[in-house]
Nanobody
């Protein structure tokens, strides 16, 4: 079995910073795409940032210049550094990854971590 476990969420003041982590565990052969998504109350889940196994990144326009996604392939971990946070960044943040396991590539989601930006 494969699991994605997020950590690092919490309450932060506007213009503050947080760093999210997501570690994949299990009998993993290889991890391809990894990404972060978020879902605010009453809204659909949306893409925040993605990173390929080679390090190519993409970002939602709303977070460009403020968020940075990175990964440590040796630790099967993806990070999201969030700076200059705004109240509209408040959401549950989910990790997502395409993982080669048991001979096939499958898509996995983490359980989510709450990020609240408020004074």
């Amino acid at each position: 079995q494969v699991q994605l476990v997020e950590s690092g969420g919490g309450l932060v003041q506007p213009r503050g910073s947080l760093r999210l982590s997501c570690a994949a565990s299990g009998s993993i052969f290889s991890i391809y795409h990894m990404g972060w998504y978020r879902q605010a109350p009453g809204k659909q889940r949306e893409l925040v940032a993605t990173i390929t196994s080679g390090g190519t990144t993409t970002y939602a326009d709303s977070v460009k210049g403020r968020f940075a996604i990175s990964r440590d392939n040796a630790k099967n971990t993806v990070y999201l550094q969030m700076n200059s946070l705004k109240p509209e960044d408040t959401a549950v943040y989910y990790c997502n990854a395409d993982i080669l396991w048991a001979g096939s590539v499958r898509n996995y989601w983490g359980q989510g971590t709450q990020v609240t930006v408020s004074s």
